[in-house]
């Protein structure tokens, strides 16, 4: 009985790891970080909002959600620079600078006072 149940703990995170090695293989590579990403990214998945990875970043599907967070924080959305997204907050100008971490999700910056 004992030995069973571990075997389907084992093979679940065997699983997981399969999953997460076959969405993010190619970004494991970059100098992120990954313990935030995979707490993220089961939110991130099946929500319609940006998930907040550590102090400075989130983790989105698409930068329609990571506005909208920004919105809800405050931020009014200006315009988009290249990967600079602009944003306005009591008068002052902020940017948040986005990048792909794999072909399904990209990673934002905190807005930060220009």
Same mark, same amino acid.
């Given at each position: 009985? /004992? %030995?069973t149940?571990?075997?389907?703990?084992?093979?679940?995170?065997?699983?997981?790891? @399969? /999953? *997460?090695?076959? /969405?993010?293989? +190619? !970004?494991?590579? #970059? #100098?992120?970080?990954?313990?935030?990403?995979?707490? !993220?990214? $089961?939110?991130?998945? @099946?929500?319609?909002? !940006? /998930? +907040?990875?550590?102090? #400075?970043?989130?983790?989105? +599907?698409?930068?329609? =959600?990571?506005?909208?967070?920004?919105?809800?924080?405050?931020f009014?959305?200006?315009?988009?620079?290249? !990967?600079?997204y602009? =944003? %306005?907050?009591?008068?002052?100008?902020?940017?948040?600078?986005? +990048?792909? *971490?794999?072909?399904?999700?990209?990673?934002?910056?905190? $807005?930060? %006072?220009?």
């Open positions: 009985m /004992v %030995k149940i571990l075997f389907i703990i084992f093979g679940v995170l065997l699983f997981i790891l @399969f /999953v *997460y090695f076959a /969405v993010f293989g +190619r !970004a494991l590579n #970059q #100098q992120e970080n990954h313990i935030g990403i995979i707490f !993220a990214l $089961p939110e991130a998945i @099946f929500s319609s909002s !940006a /998930v +907040r990875i550590d102090s #400075q970043a989130y983790l989105t +599907r698409n930068s329609a =959600f990571f506005i909208k967070k920004m919105e809800e924080e405050g009014n959305y200006f315009e988009q620079l290249g !990967a600079g602009i =944003f %306005k907050k009591e008068g002052e100008s902020y940017t948040s600078i986005s +990048r792909m *971490y794999s072909s399904y999700f990209m990673i934002f910056s905190w $807005p930060l %006072k220009n």
